[in-house]
């Protein structure tokens, strides 16, 4: 809409008025505008509220001398603690030690109480950070051997550790490391879970000893029969093979006997009577 004026010289002059629709849309899209950057700045604030307090506590901390930054707020009544693989008195002995820990931080205990009990595997930890909690599982390692000479054994996985009270059964093989390497001592780990079982050798299997890179391992059975079972390929088909070929020896050879497999991958087993 225009309405018409004369100016002093005679002119006519023009005054445009905005229609009421159009200056009502103009209205409502400053409006919309305005809420749009009071949401915005809203949002920011809440966002760096949040990550100061509770989301993302080292990056509030970033910067901040050492002395000064508060311990992590994982311990008391917020660790939860699962013991696993570990008789009752050992299990009683990593709780008590773990809650004396109770002034240190997560971090601090769980390094605390795997250095105490070095029978133990890495600690899982597994952090909920909105609930500002933790859940800890703590668990003993499976004894496979008893290295001889000591108090170290050899766990299901390989690995060569300190004992702890209580953890090892009775009855274990006694093993003779001597130079085998960590993963000789892997694949004599898995081995081993398969000769002890009850039935696969004639004889319970007693002692494993370490020859060389090239004779790889030495086993001798309760009965006194020894064999050179050279390296660990072949594994089961070499116990199945063994038990055959002893209880065929036993016919004519009712004593201690030798028998080497080294020579397995070529058809070959040497059964001999020992004197």
């Known amino acids: 809409m225009s309405k018409t004026r004369r100016t002093r010289a005679g002119r006519k002059r023009h005054h445009v ?31 760096r509220h949040i990550n100061r307090t509770m989301l993302l506590p080292r990056l509030a901390y970033k910067g901040t001398p050492r002395a000064a930054q508060p311990r992590a707020f994982f311990r008391g009544d917020k660790i939860s603690v699962e013991l696993s693989g570990m008789p009752e008195s050992l299990g009683a002995a990593v709780l008590a030690y773990w809650n004396s820990q109770a002034q240190a931080s997560l971090a601090e205990r769980t390094k605390a109480v795997k250095s105490r009990f070095p029978c133990l595997k890495e600690p899982r930890v597994r952090r909920q950070w909105l609930r500002r909690s933790a859940q800890v599982r703590l668990e003993a390692r499976a004894c496979a051997a008893r290295i001889a000479g000591g ?48 039935g696969v050798l004639a004889s319970p299997l007693a002692r494993a000893r370490w020859i060389s890179p090239s004779d790889g391992w030495e086993a001798e059975l309760a009965d006194g029969t020894t064999v050179r079972w050279g390296d660990l390929a072949w594994t089961s088909d070499k116990l199945m093979r063994l038990r055959q070929v002893i209880a065929d020896a036993r016919l004519d050879h009712p004593g201690r006997l030798a028998v080497d497999l080294r020579y397995f991958e070529d058809g070959k087993i040497l059964v001999k009577p020992v004197k």
């Open 151 to 198: 108090v170290r054994y050899l766990s299901d996985a390989g690995e060569v550790f300190e004992a702890c009270p209580g953890l090892a059964p009775e009855g274990l093989v006694e093993l003779e490391p001597g130079r085998a390497d960590d993963k000789s001592l892997r694949e004599l780990a898995r081995a081993l879970a398969a000769a002890v079982k009850p």
């Open 17 to 47: 008025v905005m229609r009421p629709k159009v200056r009502r849309g103009r209205l409502r899209q400053a409006a919309m505008l305005s809420l749009i950057l009071v949401l915005g700045a809203t949002a920011a604030l809440t966002l």
